[in-house]
């Protein structure tokens, strides 16, 4: 029998037809259905794609009336793009791997009206990864302490019983500096009685003692050799002893030198209570960094959401390192599985854009309006593999006719290590800028036209984001429910109060700037504004109760130092009784072995004749 | 109309003119079809190979069919056998060679599934060979003769679609 059969060979090249064929039908409509499928799903609203067309053996595909849909307005776009053109890597494909050494975009606008819809039903819309991204950071930004402006304590009796001293931070920390001082004075007092280093003071001293007058020729040849062998032996006693208690001493020094930073650190943990307890009685703080914090720190936040985003995105997207990566696998009919990703350094990532560049004009005559340049490199979903940074660039092109004197932003996210580096720069200059709303003091301020400065720089798991905006020609309105309150019969502390008196002092700045600083680890950073709107209310609000102020923050502070002082001065008090305990008993103890070590020393030196074996110098 | 259409094909391969050998290899290369998820390279190459191979092809397109339902109720163990592979640190610098390779990872080999099914169908296919062929042997021997006598299956072997499935299987062993 014939192993194989020859004449199936037509079917079969005729079956291979048969898949060129549909390859070749299909391809571009494959192409165009996965990029709009897969934008969409990702967007949370609908991508759309006039036309795809693939070139396998050129290595071109280029792409037309690529149409993005801005998720939170369905009926404008995010982008849309009139052609795109990427230059492919077919060695990368022969791998299933994407790789575009060149990106050509060309007519790139932002914003435009679409004829129909791009909402997609809720559901869809809301596990879509870019829509639950968005609820992550606005939730994780809703953890951010921004304190509350609220005045209400003033010209009432404080309850300051409601301080707790389980809630008091030096309170904690005096606590356990005792406790560590308490538990280091133990241990050390067991070692010092190991270390004792008494009978070797006793016995050289007696030894000095009996040496002491005596001649070497009264002691003769053989008496003065044991003479010298007993001072060597108990030199080396005396060696061996202070060894222990220099080792002893080390410790000691080190760990009260971290007790005293510990202590250090008390007055700054009561200062944090002195504001705690403020918070606690509603004694509104005239620190105008606080001020400034409750009253634009909500407005400035939002604008730094979005570049936090990001990062979250990047977070889960692309991870850092090369180590195989599971997925779940495709959607079909059997079982998805898992699907297994082997990177290796040096080789194909599974998506590459190497290079892109385009330029693209906002039309029209607003501030934003004019030519402008971008430049990406390095887009991968394996950084790590790859071995380089993504790199982007944005810069005003040409002449500046109307709108910003100067935009530029720039950025480097580099996952090519264990420990993620990113950083993003944006210089703005003659910008249209936001309309904040103060609702703490029911007020907007429409801050028009400035400079704004968006940076965000992280390593590993800490971060710093700024943004600054100056501008001065703002203009401020108020709600219509503030402006309409009675503020003159208004009693002190009340909202109508504190509305009329925030409007008194802010409404004539022209001239504004505010600085919002993110710090600290990612998932808790800190936050805090300055702002020369927060020094105006607070200067405005120290002359309008600053005697009811000072005779709050008394009570506050009484009620705290009544809590804390006691477990303080304890603290305190061990670390002074450690000093003059453990510390002052070593340093005893070394002088004595110093001292009589000299005599003995002194001893041998007198016996010392010189060829004698034994009594050698 | 499916399920005799299935009948109709047994029926038609175990008595088509091919060998046992022939009938069995077939099947034993078609369950790859069945117990593998469909549309992967290694699928594309083994339907080529099997329109080469001198054996039956309605014994392909039999063990495909049989194989089918035995893929979907075995996907559980595939992909255990598959996250077991995958996983495992010994073979890692392999799939790493092979992940980077041309052409392979079209086989979508990295997923669980596709390399617990296709590597359970390596395993028994020389066993299932030699069980087949000794199905169809029987059959031929025993079974045929008395089926043979069935009204049941003079129905079904005397309707339309078993009479063009038989003209179009005489082309092909």
Redesign the interface.
């Given at each position: 029998?014939?192993?194989?059969?020859w004449k199936?060979?037509i079917?079969?090249a005729l079956?291979?037809a048969v898949?060129v064929l549909a390859w070749v039908l299909f391809v571009d409509r494959l192409i165009k259905l996965g990029i709009e499928a897969g934008g969409t799903a990702v967007n949370g609203a609908r991508v759309e794609l006039a036309s795809a067309r693939l070139r396998l053996f050129q290595g071109d595909l280029r792409l037309r009336g690529l149409q993005v849909t801005d998720a939170d307005q369905p009926m404008r776009n995010l982008f849309a793009v009139d052609e795109i053109e990427l230059d492919l890597g077919l060695?990368a494909l022969?791998?299933?791997?994407f790789d575009a050494e060149t990106v050509a975009v060309r007519g790139l606008t932002f914003g435009g009206a679409r004829k129909t819809s791009g909402a997609l039903p809720k559901r869809a819309a809301k596990t879509a990864p870019a829509a639950q991204t968005r609820d992550t950071v606005q939730g994780w930004a809703h953890k951010l302490p921004i304190p509350s402006l609220d005045l209400g304590s003033l010209g009432k009796a404080l309850d300051i019983k409601g301080v707790s001293p389980d809630s008091l931070q030096s309170l904690a920390q005096a606590r356990a500096l005792v406790g560590s001082g308490d538990s280091l004075k133990t241990a050390w007092d067991g070692k010092l009685a190991a270390a004792n280093p008494r009978p070797v003071i006793d016995s050289a001293q007696a030894l000095a003692k009996r040496l002491s007058g005596t001649d070497i020729r009264r002691l003769g040849l053989s008496g003065a050799r044991d003479a010298a062998a007993s001072i060597r032996s108990e030199l080396t006693a005396i060696k061996g002893a202070r060894d222990r208690l220099t080792s002893l001493q080390n410790d000691v020094t080190g760990q009260i030198a971290s007790l005293r930073s510990r202590a250090a650190a008390l007055d700054q943990a009561r200062a944090a209570d002195y504001g705690y307890a403020r918070r606690l009685v509603k004694v509104p703080s005239l620190d105008p960094k606080d001020l400034a914090t409750s009253l634009v720190g909500p407005a400035a936040l939002q604008r730094m959401v979005p570049q936090l985003a990001y990062l979250h995105i990047l977070d889960h997207r692309i991870p850092p390192g090369i180590k195989?990566q599971r997925q779940a696998?495709?959607k079909?009919a059997?079982?998805?599985?898992?699907?297994?990703?082997?990177?290796?350094a040096h080789?194909?990532p599974a998506l590459l854009l190497e290079f892109a560049e385009g330029t693209f004009t906002l039309p029209g005559r607003t501030t934003a309006a004019g030519d402008y340049i971008a430049r990406l490199t390095g887009v991968t979903t394996e950084p790590a593999v790859y071995g380089k940074p993504l790199t982007f660039l944005a810069d005003r092109a040409g002449a500046v006719a109307v709108g910003p004197q100067r935009i530029h932003i720039a950025g480097t996210i580099d996952r090519t290590g264990e420990v993620p580096r990113d950083s993003v720069v944006a210089d703005l200059t003659g910008v249209g800028l936001p309309t904040l709303d103060i609702a703490a003091a029911g007020a907007r301020v429409d801050l028009r036209t400035g400079v704004q400065d968006i940076s965000f720089s992280r390593v590993g798991d800490s971060i710093t984001g700024r943004w600054f905006v100056h501008s001065d020609s703002v203009t401020w309105s108020r709600h219509a429910d503030s402006a309409a309150a009675p503020a003159a019969s208004a009693p002190i502390g009340s909202r109508a109060w504190l509305d009329a008196l925030v409007w008194g002092a802010v409404s004539s700045l022209k001239d504004v700037e505010i600085e919002a600083r993110i710090h600290g680890r990612f998932a808790s950073p800190g936050f805090d504004v300055s702002s020369n709107i927060g020094g105006a209310v607070s200067r405005a609000l120290g002359q309008a109760v600053a005697a009811e102020l000072g005779r709050a923050e008394t009570m506050v502070r009484a009620k705290v130092d009544s809590l804390v002082g006691p477990q303080v001065s304890a603290a305190r008090a061990r670390l002074a009784g450690l000093d003059a305990g453990p510390l002052k008993a070593l340093t005893d103890d070394r002088s004595q072995l110093d001292g009589v070590q000299a005599q003995l020393e002194q001893r041998l030196r007198s016996l010392a004749v010189p060829g004698i074996p034994g009594l050698r110098p | 109309m499916l399920l005799l259409k299935f009948i109709q094909q047994l029926i038609g391969t175990l008595n088509s003119d091919g060998t046992p050998r022939q009938v069995a290899a077939g099947i034993a290369l078609g369950a790859v079809f069945g117990l593998t998820p469909l549309m992967n390279l290694h699928n594309l190459v083994l339907f080529g190979l099997a329109l080469i191979l001198n054996l039956s092809m309605a014994g392909v397109f039999l063990g495909w069919a049989v194989f089918v339902p035995v893929g979907f109720a075995l996907d559980p163990l595939f992909d255990a056998i598959g996250k077991a592979l995958l996983g495992a640190d010994v073979l890692r610098p392999l799939w790493t060679s092979l992940y980077n390779m041309p052409v392979v990872p079209f086989t979508n080999f990295n997923n669980s599934v596709v390399l617990g099914s296709f590597v359970f169908w390596l395993v028994t296919l020389v066993p299932f060979y030699f069980l087949w062929k000794w199905a169809v042997m029987r059959y031929r021997e025993k079974v045929y003769e008395r089926l043979k006598k069935m009204r049941f299956f003079q129905l079904i072997t005397a309707s339309k679609l078993y009479t063009t499935y038989r003209s179009f299987t005489r082309f092909v062993p």
């Open positions: 029998m014939k192993l194989f059969r199936a060979l079917p079969l079956f291979f898949v060695r022969l791998e299933k791997k195989p696998g495709p079909r059997r079982m998805a599985g898992t699907t297994f990703v082997f990177p290796k080789r194909y | -």
